[in-house]
T-cell receptor, first 111, second 117 residues
């Protein structure tokens, strides 16, 4: 069964600190993996998209990694800001199939 | 360029009533998706349109849900009659590319929150 798991479920950090969110998936055959940021009451917004051949991709202070062999991905946030408080969702697509969403990690950045 | 727009943003109805949600995708995006997030759960796929055709409707929970995309532009999702378990946030998304690899950018609307009392 195609599944996406994320950890931790929630995370609280102080402004300016770094953090790393984890994503494990069993989606097969793998096509691509995405990280989305979802602010409360808003729709998800894309941060990164990675295909099988990519193992790192950055978008400003966000850096995603992908290990297709172990089926793991991480999202690293550097020098966190208050505006980073949101849910971060890992989404995986199998070839010829639809997107599978993870449950998300709820990040709270405190001043 | 306008993004994906959804209407209404919030709807409160009683069990047994009918609700119709609307989604206007980004202009030129042939692919339109409906998703749903039930309280405390992950976002789940409902169905996928390519232009006006239903490419995949395997995620539709039952025959109380009817989606249409006449003319391949905007789409509607009707729930009739609504049940308590239908409460949640319904997201629409659109993209240009949805081939086998599906690497195209997926743009989401803000969602329509449905509350069934």
């Amino acid at each position: 069964k195609n599944q996406v798991e994320q950890s931790p479920q929630s995370l609280i950090i102080l402004e300016g600190k770094n953090c790393t969110l984890q994503c494990n998936y069993t989606v097969s055959p793998f096509s691509n993996l995405r990280w989305y940021k979802q602010d409360t009451g808003r729709g998800p917004v894309s941060l990164t998209i990675m295909t099988f051949s990519e193992n790192t991709k950055s978008n400003g202070r966000y850096t995603a990694t992908l290990d297709a062999d172990t089926k793991q991905s991480s999202l690293h946030i550097t020098a966190s800001q208050l505006s980073d408080s949101a849910s971060y969702i890992c989404v995986v697509r199998a070839i010829g199939q639809n997107f599978v969403f993870g449950p998300g990690t709820r990040l709270s950045v405190l001043p | 360029e306008a993004g994906v727009t959804q209407f209404p943003s919030h709807s409160v109805i009683e069990k047994g009533q009918t609700v119709t949600l609307r989604c206007d995708p980004i202009s030129g995006h042939d692919n339109l998706y409906w998703y749903r997030r039930v309280m405390g759960k992950e976002i789940k796929f409902l169905l996928h349109f390519v232009k006006e055709s239903k490419q995949d409707e395997s995620g539709m929970p039952n025959n109380r849900f009817l989606a249409e995309r006449t003319g391949g532009t905007y789409s509607t999702l009707k729930v009739q009659p609504a049940e308590l378990e239908d409460s949640g946030v319904y997201f629409c998304a659109s993209s240009r590319d949805a081939g086998q690899l599906g690497t195209g950018e997926l743009f989401f609307g803000e969602g329509s929150r449905l509350t069934v009392l």
